[in-house]
């Protein structure tokens, strides 16, 4: 089972920045996805997530009208586009895949974001 991030980087505010989560050995399609992050001390924090089919996606209040998050289940792949990034968004972003009630709950290793000018 591997949930492998891509696309992290150092941008500057207001840049943009696509993210992708590889899923691997296990049926993604069934798993609804969700991207996390960590800044620099402080809590990992819930950023978006989709249900196994791709919809009703959620986002934390600090992303909402910025970031969108998506799946390609036929790719097993999950995404998280990120416009007009502040400085407060660096952090490193983890992708996790579960099943409804976290029988099966896998996560990614992480990818860093650092916005700064």
């Known amino acids: 089972v591997q949930l492998v991030e891509s696309g992290g980087g150092l941008v500057q505010p207001g840049g943009s920045l696509r993210l992708s989560c590889a899923a691997s050995g296990f049926l993604f399609s069934r798993y609804q996805v969700s991207w996390y992050r960590r800044a620099p001390g402080k809590e990992r924090e819930l950023v978006a997530s989709?249900?196994?089919?791709?919809?009703?996606?959620n986002y934390a209040d600090s992303v909402q009208g910025r970031f969108t998050i998506s799946r390609d289940n036929a790719k097993n792949t999950v995404y998280l586009e990120m416009n007009s990034l502040k400085p407060e968004d660096t952090a490193v972003y983890y992708c996790?895949?579960?099943?409804?009630?976290?029988?099966?709950?896998?996560w990614g290793q992480g990818t860093q974001v650092t916005v700064s000018s």
């Open positions: 989709t249900t196994s089919a791709g919809g009703r996606p």
């Open positions: 996790r895949a579960a099943t409804l009630q976290y029988v099966y709950d896998y």
